[in-house]
């Protein structure tokens, strides 16, 4: 018996039961369905946290403070202040840093603002005109902030979509009207446009103003704070080795700050933010996938039943097409192919029903943000490739056995 007969064999036998093929298939269909929407989610994530922080800039460092030490307790990164405008400054004009295309200051601090009856707790940035293309940030009215504004220490802001939103509604432009920090009025001269959430926190919750403000306006240039920056971005130029101008740009700080031992700030790109949140990302994704696999396991092991059952109610066929001249590894082939088209049959509606799950989650919204699936071909060939194999693996049992029946037993059997 040729692969071609014994196929015609295997689907004539699953047609003869249908309602118990169908039962049989259904453990994989949940199987494969969960496996996919699940792995959709994550891989969904994946691709958004990418995508959000690759929206932050291009070819980016950023450099921060390095972390306190109290009671030999070691506190995160960034809770020292000792990175200030002037190490921007001096890494703006270092002739050390040839692959360093821009450099932006970022100080931060989260104030309550107030306009009219309104007010909300926003974070205010105090940033340089280089910010917006550095950072990649849209005016979707009015103008970001100047160099003639850093100059004159102007009291003016550029507004976040939803700090915009929330001070004076949809129907009235936030433009040449004045919001209140810390008891100070601030013309209004720009708002951006949305960006949504980033690893970097809601980039739409933001108010910014000029640097120079932010030090003696909000802040006192001679205090701690007022000398400190929380980021300096560095933008290095496109094709450059991000790994040498990062130590370029350690080196710098390195002499300035007369280090020695251990460095008092870190720089990192965003490479590396990347990598780390795939790799946490991937192995969500990963457990995910573990915990749709069960479903599988458990319809690998309905399919190994149920062909036990089948072997039982087909014994003296068997043993008739044993008496004809079936060889062994006819009747091996023919249960196989049954529990593979089980299997197989199974993956596919289970691919359809995940492929499905997925659209329709990814019509969800999750604060405001819709929940992003992505069905990538890996992950529809491990879906079904593993569905086949479970059915390959758990008819192997049945089809030996039913392989290594005695023809003379089996016609005798009732």
Same mark, same amino acid.
């Given at each position: 018996?040729?692969?071609?007969?014994?196929?015609?064999?295997?689907?004539?036998?699953?047609?003869?039961?249908?309602?118990?093929?169908?039962?049989?298939?259904?453990?994989?269909?949940?199987?494969?369905?969960?496996?996919?929407?699940?792995?959709?989610?994550?891989?969904?994530?994946?691709?958004?946290?990418?995508?959000?922080?690759?929206?932050?800039?291009?070819?980016?460092?950023?450099?921060?403070?390095?972390?306190?030490?109290?009671?030999?307790?070691?506190?995160?990164?960034?809770?020292?202040?000792?990175?200030?405008?002037?190490?921007?400054?001096?890494?703006?004009?270092?002739?050390?840093?040839?692959?360093?295309?821009?450099?932006?200051?970022?100080?931060?601090?989260?104030?309550?603002?107030?306009?009219?009856?309104?007010?909300?707790?926003?974070?205010?940035?105090?940033?340089?005109?280089?910010?917006?293309?550095?950072? *990649?940030?849209?005016? %979707?009215?009015?103008?970001?902030?100047?160099?003639?504004?850093?100059?004159?220490?102007?009291?003016? %802001?550029?507004?976040?979509?939803?700090?915009?939103? *929330?001070?004076?509604?949809?129907? *009235?432009?936030?433009?040449?009207?004045?919001?209140?920090?810390?008891?100070?009025?601030?013309?209004?001269?720009?708002?951006?446009?949305?960006?949504?959430? =980033?690893?970097?926190?809601?980039?739409?919750?933001?108010?910014?103003?000029?640097?120079?403000?932010?030090?003696?306006?909000?802040?006192?240039?001679?205090?701690?704070?007022?000398?400190?920056?929380?980021?300096?971005?560095?933008?290095? %130029?496109?094709?450059?080795?991000?790994?040498?101008?990062?130590?370029?740009?350690?080196?710098?700080?390195?002499?300035?700050?007369?280090?020695?031992?251990?460095?008092?700030?870190?720089?990192?790109?965003?490479?590396?933010?990347?990598?780390?949140?795939?790799?946490? =990302?991937?192995?969500?994704?990963?457990?995910?996938?573990?915990?749709?696999? #069960?479903?599988?396991?458990?319809?690998?092991?309905? #399919?190994? *039943?149920?062909?036990?059952?089948?072997? =039982?109610?087909?014994?003296?066929? #068997?043993?008739?097409?044993?008496?004809?001249?079936?060889?062994?590894?006819?009747?091996?082939?023919?249960?196989?192919?049954?529990?593979?088209?089980?299997?197989?049959?199974?993956?596919?509606?289970?691919?359809?029903?995940?492929?499905?799950?997925?659209?329709?989650?990814?019509?969800?919204?999750?604060?405001?943000?819709?929940?992003?699936? =992505?069905?990538?071909?890996?992950?529809?060939?491990?879906?079904?490739?593993?569905?086949?194999?479970?059915?390959?693996?758990?008819?192997?049992?049945?089809?030996?056995?039913?392989?290594?029946?005695?023809?003379?037993?089996?016609?005798?059997?009732?």
């Amino acid at each position: 018996m040729n692969l071609l007969e014994s196929l015609k064999v295997s689907l004539r036998a699953l047609a003869a039961h249908k309602m118990r093929s169908l039962l049989t298939m259904l453990g994989i269909v949940i199987g494969v369905a969960a496996v996919i929407s699940l792995m959709s989610i994550g891989r969904g994530v994946e691709a958004s946290i990418t995508e959000r922080i690759q929206g932050m800039g291009s070819n980016l460092l950023f450099v921060r403070p390095g972390a306190t030490t109290t009671g030999g307790v070691r506190a995160q990164q960034g809770s020292s202040a000792t990175l200030t405008v002037q190490d921007a400054k001096a890494l703006a004009s270092s002739t050390g840093l040839p692959s360093i295309v821009q450099v932006a200051p970022e100080m931060a601090a989260f104030q309550q603002i107030v306009a009219g009856r309104q007010n909300v707790r926003s974070r205010i940035m105090g940033v340089g005109p280089e910010y917006a293309a550095l950072r *990649n940030f849209l005016v %979707a009215e009015g103008e970001f902030i100047t160099q003639q504004n850093m100059d004159a220490k102007s009291l003016v %802001a550029v507004l976040g979509s939803n700090v915009a939103f *929330n001070l004076f509604g949809p129907d *009235n432009s936030p433009l040449g009207q004045f919001i209140r920090i810390r008891q100070r009025n601030f013309r209004v001269i720009g708002v951006l446009a949305s960006k949504g959430g =980033t690893s970097m926190g809601m980039e739409d919750d933001m108010v910014i103003v000029p640097l120079t403000t932010m030090q003696t306006r909000i802040y006192s240039a001679s205090s701690t704070q007022g000398n400190s920056v929380g980021t300096i971005y560095l933008q290095v %130029a496109e094709g450059a080795d991000i790994a040498a101008a990062k130590e370029e740009a350690a080196q710098v700080l390195r002499e300035r700050h007369r280090i020695t031992a251990e460095d008092d700030f870190t720089i990192t790109s965003q490479e590396d933010i990347i990598g780390t949140l795939r790799q946490v =990302t991937q192995t969500m994704t990963l457990f995910l996938g573990a915990i749709a696999g #069960i479903s599988l396991l458990v319809g690998g092991i309905g #399919i190994m *039943n149920i062909m036990l059952v089948s072997i =039982t109610e087909r014994t003296r066929e #068997i043993g008739i097409r044993k008496a004809v001249g079936a060889k062994r590894r006819d009747i091996l082939l023919q249960f196989l192919i049954e529990s593979a088209m089980l299997s197989l049959t199974g993956g596919l509606v289970g691919l359809a029903l995940g492929w499905g799950g997925s659209v329709l989650l990814s019509t969800v919204n999750l604060s405001g943000q819709p929940l992003r699936t =992505t069905v990538s071909p890996d992950i529809i060939i491990l879906a079904i490739g593993v569905s086949v194999a479970i059915g390959l693996f758990f008819g192997i049992y049945p089809a030996s056995r039913a392989a290594s029946l005695d023809p003379i037993e089996a016609l005798r059997y009732e």
